[in-house]
């Protein structure tokens, strides 16, 4: 990104989390006849969903206790509404996402950085020009709010009727999935005309006209946590993905 912080105000690039303060980017791309279809059918497939339980069967015997693994590495940055935000580079590994909450743990390969270690959100990017980002947000405290005041509400449904009614949004429809064995469900977006922009206690999440973000929302035990994958250039998405998909396949709540 050209600079996309993230600290308090805001998730660095567009889906940035910031502390403080973010750039913005320039538009890029135009809405195509196909929009309004593919926005109804986001809007329609975001309304419904099922769930399911199972029982567990007691057992006897006691299974053995895994055999703990190293403790994970602390991130480095600064946290929520801390400006200017620090960047500092990660070495590879295994990282603790505290004092995020709900806390997980993820690893990463080399050439990430981190720009945002708060309670309410995080930020990795990759590179030295920041194109690609990695972040994560939940409003477990505080809520999720819009620019004009609107509370987003606190379930994974509330969070994607949002996404999917931002005018000039371009999504497909949520797909289910599993992310560290929670519950979830991804949509990949673009912002034609428009921004998301959600204050998140002393940081915000953020995503800029012409980038295109995945978006995944988890539950994880009622708390809604959502993860992004964000790119300025649309034409690097699927690079993105793959460079990201590693650790989103690594975490692991707490």
């Given at each position: 990104?050209?600079?996309?912080?993230?600290?308090?105000?805001v998730l660095?690039a567009?889906a940035?989390?910031?502390?403080?303060?973010?750039?913005?980017g320039?538009?890029?791309?135009?809405?195509?006849a196909a929009t309004?279809?593919v926005?109804?059918?986001?809007?329609?497939?975001?309304?419904s969903f099922?769930?399911s339980?199972?029982t567990a069967?007691?057992?006897?015997?006691a299974?053995?206790?895994?055999?703990?693994?190293p403790?994970?590495?602390?991130?480095?940055s600064?946290g929520?509404g801390v400006?200017?935000?620090?960047?500092?580079a990660l070495a590879p590994g295994?990282?603790?996402?505290?004092?995020?909450a709900p806390?997980?743990?993820?690893?990463?390969?080399?050439?990430w950085s981190n720009?945002l270690?708060g309670?309410n959100?995080?930020?990795l990017?990759a590179?030295k020009?920041?194109?690609?980002?990695f972040s994560w947000a939940?409003?477990?405290?505080?809520?999720m709010?819009?620019?004009?005041?609107?509370?987003?509400?606190?379930?994974t449904?509330a969070f994607?009727?949002y996404?999917a009614?931002v005018?000039?949004?371009?999504?497909?429809p949520?797909?289910?999935?599993?992310i560290?064995?929670m519950p979830?469900?991804?949509?990949?977006?673009?912002?034609?005309?428009?921004?998301?922009f959600?204050?998140?206690?002393?940081s915000?999440?953020r995503f800029q006209?012409?980038e295109?973000?995945?978006?995944?929302?988890v539950?994880v035990?009622g708390t809604?946590?959502s993860?992004?994958?964000?790119?300025?250039?649309?034409k690097?998405f699927?690079?993105a993905?793959?460079?990201t998909?590693?650790?989103?396949d690594?975490?692991?709540?707490?």
């Amino acid at each position: 990104m050209h600079r996309r912080s993230i600290a308090l105000v805001v998730l660095t690039a567009s889906a940035k989390l910031i502390a403080g303060c973010a750039t913005s980017g320039e538009p890029s791309g135009s809405a195509s006849a196909a929009t309004a279809s593919v926005v109804a059918e986001s809007a329609a497939s975001a309304a419904s969903f099922a769930t399911s339980s199972a029982t567990a069967t007691p057992v006897a015997t006691a299974s053995p206790s895994p055999t703990p693994g190293p403790s994970p590495k602390a991130l480095c940055s600064t946290g929520d509404g801390v400006f200017p935000p620090k960047t500092c580079a990660l070495a590879p590994g295994t990282y603790s996402a505290a004092p995020f909450a709900p806390v997980f743990r993820f690893t990463i390969g080399a050439g990430w950085s981190n720009t945002l270690a708060g309670m309410n959100g995080g930020n990795l990017v990759a590179g030295k020009d920041s194109q690609t980002q990695f972040s994560w947000a939940t409003g477990k405290a505080t809520g999720m709010v819009t620019q004009d005041g609107t509370d987003v509400g606190k379930t994974t449904d509330a969070f994607l009727r949002y996404v999917a009614a931002v005018p000039g949004i371009v999504a497909t429809p949520p797909t289910p999935l599993t992310i560290g064995g929670m519950p979830a469900r991804s949509v990949d977006v673009m912002l034609t005309t428009n921004e998301i922009f959600l204050m998140i206690g002393k940081s915000a999440m953020r995503f800029q006209t012409g980038e295109k973000v995945r978006l995944i929302v988890v539950d994880v035990s009622g708390t809604v946590v959502s993860l992004a994958i964000e790119v300025t250039n649309p034409k690097d998405f699927d690079a993105a993905v793959t460079l990201t998909q590693p650790i989103l396949d690594s975490i692991a709540w707490n």
